[in-house]
């Protein structure tokens, strides 16, 4: 069975503090995706990336970077972490392929940042 | 992506069939409507997609309206474990980051 599994499932950091949420697919799939969720605003992307060490900065990336150093593995960070980051967090991969936009997504983090 | 317009809420009675309408009017020729759902606390779920014929598959069918402007999913015999909100995505050709929307919440009432 496919599998996207993200790191934490629940997650506690301090204002300024640098998080690290991980993603990892065994699907061998070439995209992988950062989306955050929130209340009212429904999923939104924050980074996605085709390839090994290629990025792509989705609809609201400012405060965030990723790293893909292998291609099963996506990590979303917070270089210092604010409040208004506190959301959840959803990893997604999916086929390379122009017509095949079906994403497999893990269970997600909630992050709170206090 | 195309944009799409879906009900905010929807109730339907536990074993009827459900229809989720969706409307996608500035939908291009070789651009695929696509339909997920997320249950409470997971991550969304990919449910069924399709181009201009209907579709059926295990969780759901598809009817997608000859001119393509509009289309509805139908889970035949809904249950319990269907209430989630139901996402409706017209992504554009050759674009493989999809945009989600607010998406219908569909509660199956007992």
């Known amino acids: 069975d496919v599998k996207v599994t993200q790191s934490s499932r629940y997650l506690v950091k301090r204002t300024g503090e640098k998080v690290f949420l991980e993603c990892v697919q065994d699907?061998?799939?070439?995209?992988m995706f950062w989306y955050r969720q929130d209340p009212g605003l429904g999923l939104r992307l924050i980074y996605f990336?085709?390839?090994?060490?290629?990025?792509e900065k989705g609809d609201i990336p400012e405060g965030y970077s990723v790293s893909r150093e292998k291609k099963e593995r996506f990590s979303l960070i917070l270089e210092s972490a604010s409040t208004n980051q506190t959301s959840m967090y959803l990893c997604a991969s999916s086929l390379a392929g122009t017509t095949n936009e079906k994403l497999f997504f893990g269970s997600g983090t909630q992050l709170s940042v206090l | 992506d195309a944009k799409t317009t879906q009900p905010t809420s929807m109730d339907c009675a536990e074993g009827r069939a459900a229809n989720l309408p969706c409307n996608h009017s500035?939908?291009?020729?070789?651009?695929?409507v696509y339909w997920y759902r997320q249950i409470h606390s997971q991550g969304p779920q990919y449910i069924i997609h399709g181009l201009k014929n209907n579709e059926t598959n295990e969780m759901a069918s598809l009817i997608i309206t000859e001119d393509r402007k509009s289309s509805t999913l139908i889970l035949p015999h809904a249950t319990l474990r269907d209430t989630a909100v139901y996402y409706c995505?017209?992504?554009?050709?050759?674009?493989?980051?999809?945009?989600f929307g607010t998406g219908t919440r569909l509660t199956i009432i007992p």
């Open positions: 699907m061998d799939h070439e995209n």
């Open positions: 995505i017209v992504p554009n050709f050759g674009n493989e980051k999809l945009t």
């Open positions: 990336s085709y390839d090994v060490k290629m990025k």
């Open positions: 500035t939908i291009s020729g070789n651009e695929y």
